[in-house]
């Protein structure tokens, strides 16, 4: 059994008079997007991503349980923005990026990876650190070309072009990574504010040396913002745990939201506590009912006597 906590940050950073990045980190999920388009459309449209998403992760028993099934949760999610744009013509070419974590089957600890556009989940394993995702931008076409060098794509001109985003069209393209989450393994999802200002090696010197998901959020997005903050910046860390199932409940997990309304919830590690309670409770209950049982033989006993 996989038992997780997350922490997760959002800013609005040093330039941007509003934030148009949203997230969602509860329980099985993790969803970072980042909104584009004109007036408050971008607002909106990662808004809507997010809520559609944990929407229908909850409604779901036992939740989003296959690639298949996050792939249609997406797509969903991907009408219901292309939709609003119809409805109303500033909101018309508004759309966003979106990566996410979803826990598919935690007995056997199964999750996915998406991703559309170019914000990004990473991995730190066994000392190790990697992006799991693959930017859709223009720069990364250029990169994969040998035409620049990862360095240069950070500085570009044209990078914040974007080849693929949710609510752009009717079809969405998805990019889908099923693995199997190890013990100690820890993400981090992040929209481009962030790896637009700091590099991969400093973002991994933070994963080294920082051991709380909460912590490391904040401190990548205060880490950003000193560089400049020119975007707004958020980050979900995940971190995972492999126990056995007698401990902990099928997928344990911080909790937290926000539609780009720039709150940095604290994680919630939501533990054992509600089963360890049921069990001693039943302990107690059956304790009162032998004591119970006692003094009534005593009384039928004396009776007898008498």
């Known amino acids: 059994m996989i038992r997780s906590v997350a922490g997760a940050c959002t800013h609005v950073g040093q330039i941007r008079q509003g934030n148009e990045d949203a997230f969602v980190a509860i329980e099985g999920l993790y969803v970072v997007a980042d909104g584009m388009g004109g007036h408050s459309a971008g607002e909106v449209a990662s808004a809507i991503a997010v809520k559609t998403l944990e929407e229908i992760h909850s409604s779901m028993n036992p939740g989003l349980i296959t690639p298949e099934t996050v792939a249609e949760a997406i797509s969903t999610a991907n009408t219901a923005i292309f939709l609003e744009s119809l409805d109303d013509s500033e909101k018309a070419g508004m759309g966003t990026t979106l990566t996410a974590l979803i826990v598919t089957d935690p007995a056997t600890h199964q999750i996915v990876i998406a991703n559309i556009g170019d914000s990004r989940t990473y991995l730190w394993r066994g000392g190790l650190f990697r992006q799991i995702t693959v930017d859709h931008s223009h720069v990364q076409t250029l990169v994969e070309r040998g035409a620049i060098s990862a360095v240069e794509a950070r500085t570009h001109y044209q990078r914040n072009i974007?080849?693929?985003?949710?609510g752009i069209d009717t079809n969405i393209d998805i990019d889908l990574f099923p693995l199997e989450a190890l013990d100690g393994?820890?993400?981090?999802?992040?929209s481009d504010g962030l790896v637009d200002e700091i590099d991969d090696p400093e973002i991994e010197?933070?994963?080294r040396v920082t051991s709380h998901p909460q912590q490391l959020a904040?401190?990548?997005?205060?880490?950003?913002?000193?560089?400049?903050?020119?975007?707004?910046?958020t980050v979900v860390v995940v971190d995972f745990q492999v126990v056995p199932d007698?401990?902990?409940p099928p997928s344990v997990t911080g909790e937290a939201s926000s539609s780009s309304?720039?709150?940095?919830?604290?994680?919630?590690?939501?533990?054992?506590?509600?089963?360890?309670?049921?069990?001693?409770?039943r302990k107690t209950m059956l304790a009162l009912i032998g004591a119970v049982g006692a003094v009534a033989a005593m009384i039928v006993t004396l009776i007898v006597a008498l």
């Open 246 to 248: 007698d401990v902990a």
């Open 185 to 190: 393994d820890r993400f981090i999802l992040c």
């Open 205 to 207: 010197n933070e994963v």
């Open 162 to 166: 974007v080849l693929r985003a949710l």
């Open 261 to 281: 309304r720039g709150e940095n919830p604290a994680d919630v590690d939501v533990g054992t506590n509600s089963a360890h309670h049921t069990r001693r409770s």
């Open 218 to 233: 904040e401190n990548l997005v205060s880490l950003a913002n000193a560089h400049g903050g020119r975007d707004n910046i």
